[in-house]
């Protein structure tokens, strides 16, 4: 039984299995990656909005924050992928909807998290910068955007880590990512090599490991640095 599972470990490298599986990860990580960068950018707007002293706008901001929060990720890609098709009339294509539902869900937790980052900022230094005849642009430029940069890198890591692990979510809408592609490898060999799961899985468990690892010890080490 060992030989044989051994044996089965090399299945991987037959036909075109691993480099399937490359392409898989290629999805996943393009999908990410887009998802994360619309994220920061629509998210950043939002944190900014939720500093205004407006309490409309921050009413809005908390109410679309809290939404995204309370409802799980598949649910947002379902009413994404299913419901607004239907309503609208508008073919979205699987990658299309998945970089939406993440997107939403990516800004609404930038946004919180770039409110936290300024809000967490003692008074004083605002008052202080004033009062050496710094202007505001200047103020923030030079004074507030540093401290709060130094907090805030540290939980986008975070969030990008656990984006580029939602991301297997979209293979219930058809995506050919990473699982995606390694269900059908399953399938595929299910017959001849029954033990093709416990391989398959192995690789992608170690594809992820090597992306998401790097990630997690970069995020504890300034995170480290910031406590110090």
């Known amino acids: 039984m060992p030989g044989k599972m051994s044996t089965e470990f090399f299945f991987l490298f037959m036909g075109n299995n691993m480099l399937r599986l490359w392409g898989g990860l290629w999805v996943t990580l393009r999908l990410s990656l887009i998802s994360i960068a619309l994220s920061l950018v629509i998210g950043v707007f939002v944190g900014a909005l939720m500093l205004v002293k407006n309490p ?62 300024f809000q967490s900022i003692p008074s004083h230094q605002f008052e202080s910068g004033l009062s050496l005849g710094l202007s505001r642009p200047q103020l923030y430029f030079y004074v507030i955007f540093p401290q709060a940069l130094r907090g805030l890198v540290p939980d986008i890591i975070n969030l990008s880590t656990r984006m580029i692990k939602t991301t297997a979510l979209v293979s219930l809408i058809g995506v050919t990512e990473v699982l995606k592609v390694g269900k059908q490898i399953i399938d595929a060999n299910r017959f001849e090599f029954p033990n093709a799961a416990l391989w398959v899985y192995a690789a992608i468990f170690l594809m992820y490991f090597i992306i998401c690892f790097p990630l997690s010890l970069l995020s504890r080490k300034l995170t480290k640095r910031r406590g110090e």
Do not use: H
């Open 56 to 117: 409309v706008v921050k009413v809005i901001c908390r109410v679309y924050i809290e939404i995204v929060r309370i409802m799980p990720q598949l649910v947002w890609l379902f009413i994404i992928f299913f419901g607004i098709t239907k309503m609208t009339k508008i073919n979205l294509s699987g990658d299309t909807a998945a970089v939406i539902m993440l997107t939403i869900w990516g800004a609404s937790e930038v946004g919180d998290l770039v409110r936290s980052a």
